[in-house]
């Protein structure tokens, strides 16, 4: 059975990338009998919808033009809070017309399309729109869709139920996404995260040369993560909130070990480093497979990257997060039970009383038994 998978984030060298799309891949493999997986990588697609989505409402237009009558006899009334609603005609019409010719062929090739939705469908974004319209593509040639592994959040409920309303499977990765999806769509399936299947204790070797302290000092492993890449937008962690991080971490008796993820953090790294803070990288020879090993070194993990907070569970180091910039963290966590164990306002030292009180937790029992309602779709299609 030929497989396209969707949004192969294995392009990037975020370990949590890595881990997922190799353990949904291997799980496809072993419940679909003779699957063939073809991979279309993450950011196919995207040019797709580089258009502007949304468009000003009709009650706004009549409103501009009542107030362009209204000003020429005098006034000086200034339309505030315009309302634009999102355009599902237009990206419907991008959807079904705009793929390239080589993808409409990969999908009319496939029996099954399986899209990874890691990465967060959230608040009309781009990929998001994307992904969401490789699976009306597919549904129109009719092939059967499956959506997995991710988290959705504030997209156009038109556009919600349109897509899928009507695709074979649905599954997200947490509890809030669960809630806010189960309102409008009939039928949704919560399964854990595919990280958390992975095997991450594999020995590791560092190369480059690369040590970790062995002195009797406590030693905390630190990410900020995407609102520290980027931050600009909401929420964004800004380097001097980056900087005091590490002088709060130091005062609550921590070494801090920065764990870089991208290269775009490479200016935050030079900045870390001058403040005399190791860096711990890709290029030392961490990979998801071995990045337990490596966190297992550390008596403290503060992390705003999803996947390395899920790693720091399934190595029962402490853990805590700071905030990303959806609610799939906080989403997981209320999945897990695990209470009191997110970041808020940038104030690490107020995990101080829950650094001390830490409730180790057993992950085991997600590997099997949650992961049952695609199981059982794949074997259905057999």
């Excluded at 992904?131 to 959705?152: E, R």
């Excluded at 409008?184 to 399964?191: E, G, Y």
Aim: overall charge positive; glycine content about 6%; aromatic content about 10%.
């Amino acid at each position: 059975m030929k497989v396209l998978f969707i949004n192969d984030t294995r392009i990037e060298i975020n370990p949590g990338c890595h881990a997922t799309v190799t353990e949904l891949s291997k799980f496809i493999k072993k419940n679909l009998k003779d699957a063939d997986l073809d991979f279309l990588p993450l950011g196919t697609g995207y040019d797709v919808f580089n258009k502007e989505m949304f468009h000003v409402s009709f009650k706004t237009r009549i409103k501009r033009k009542i107030i362009k009558k209204i000003n020429t006899i005098g006034f000086n009334i200034v339309l505030r809070n315009e309302k634009k609603i999102f355009n599902i005609r237009l990206w419907e019409e991008l959807a079904l017309n705009n793929f390239s010719k080589e993808i409409k062929d990969k999908i009319l090739l496939s029996d099954l399309v399986v899209i990874n939705m890691e990465g967060t469908i959230h608040h009309n974004s781009r990929g998001g729109l994307t992904l969401l319209g490789f699976a009306h593509l597919a549904k129109s040639f009719g092939k059967k869709v499956a959506m997995v592994n991710g988290s959705y959040q504030c997209v156009d409920k038109k556009l919600t139920k349109k897509v899928l309303n009507n695709i074979d499977f649905l599954s997200v990765r947490e509890v809030r996404s669960y809630n806010y999806l189960k309102k409008t769509i009939k039928d949704c399936s919560l399964i854990p995260d595919f990280a958390f299947r992975a095997n991450i204790n594999e020995k590791l070797t560092f190369i480059n040369q690369f040590k970790i302290n062995k002195s009797k000092q406590k030693k905390c492993l630190y990410t900020f993560g995407v609102l520290g890449v980027y931050p600009n937008q909401k929420n964004g962690i800004k380097i001097n909130q980056i900087t005091k991080h590490i002088d709060d971490i130091r005062f609550l008796g921590f070494e801090p070990y920065f764990l870089k993820i991208e290269e775009k953090e490479n200016e935050i790294e030079k900045i870390l480093v001058s403040m005399k803070v190791k860096s711990i990288s890709y290029s030392d020879g961490i990979r998801y497979n071995n990045i337990g090993s490596l966190i297992k070194e550390f008596d403290l993990m503060i992390t705003g990257r999803y996947h390395i907070g899920i790693f720091g569970l399934m190595s029962n180091v402490p853990t805590f997060f700071l905030p990303s910039n959806t609610y799939k963290t906080q989403g997981m966590l209320e999945m897990l039970n695990v209470n009191n164990k997110m970041i808020f306002n940038n104030d690490i030292l107020s995990i101080e009383n829950e650094i001390n009180s830490f409730n180790r937790i057993t992950i085991k029992h997600l590997k099997d038994d949650y992961f049952i309602d695609f199981k059982l779709f794949l074997n259905r299609i057999n």
